[in-house]
Nanobody, 115 residues
Framework: QVRLVESGGGSVEAGGSLRLSCVAS????????MAWYRQGPGKERELVADIAADGTSSFADSVKGRFTASRDWPRMTVYLRMNDLKPEDTAVYYC?????????WGQGTQVTVSS
């Protein structure tokens, strides 16, 4: 069974920073691509960052230059470092992977950015 557990969300003022973590289990983490999605109030879920198995990452245009992503194999953890947060970054952030031919999601962690 695949399990993804996010943490690190919270409430910050605009311009602040947060680091989200996602611990994965039940996957061959070394070879499994991961991703971060978010869903803001009244919005559809959107891709924020892709993290390839080799650590290469790509980002949505809306967060480029502000967010970075990384992964730690021994800890089976992916991270999303979010800097210069804006009110429009307010959302539930989800960790995601596709494994054994199906989609797996974490429970989500809330990020709230006040102006």
């Amino acid at each position: 069974q695949v399990r993804l557990v996010e943490s690190g969300g919270g409430s910050v003022e605009a311009g602040g920073s947060l680091r989200l973590s996602c611990v994965a289990s039940g996957v061959n983490f070394k070879i499994t691509p991961m991703a971060w999605y978010r869903q803001g109030p009244g919005k559809e879920r959107e891709l924020v960052a892709d993290i390839a198995a080799d650590g290469t990452s790509s980002f949505a245009d809306s967060v480029k230059g502000r967010f970075t992503a990384s992964r730690d194999w021994p800890r089976m953890t992916v991270y999303l470092r979010m800097n210069d947060l804006k009110p429009e970054d307010t959302a539930v952030y989800y960790c995601y992977t596709r494994y054994w031919g199906r989609d797996w999601w974490g429970q989500g962690t809330q990020v709230t950015v006040s102006s």
